[in-house]
């Protein structure tokens, strides 16, 4: 069996307008829309007032006043954060 080599030339475009992005490439179109999910809250809240980051970045804040080096893992902040 012979092989022969070749290319052929592809041009596309992607195209967004809202939720519907069109793909077409070469002479052929695509069409696909897409749901808008459901907006989740920015943030985790924990107990009134305070959230998530808040408790991390206390955490990393405290770790750095501590230490004086500003890396830390995961283990140190969760130490720092149960006291």
Known sequence: MKEIPFSIPVTGIIRIN??????????AVTNVTLDPEAESPGRTVFEPGKSMFDIILA??????????????????LYDIARE
């Not at 804040?61 to 890396?71: D, P, S």
Request: glycine fraction near 10%.
């Open 59 to 76: 955490s990393a804040q405290e770790f750095f006043r501590r230490t004086g080096y500003n890396r830390f893992t995961g283990l140190d």
């Open 18 to 27: 809202g939720n519907v992005i069109t793909v077409i490439v070469n002479r």
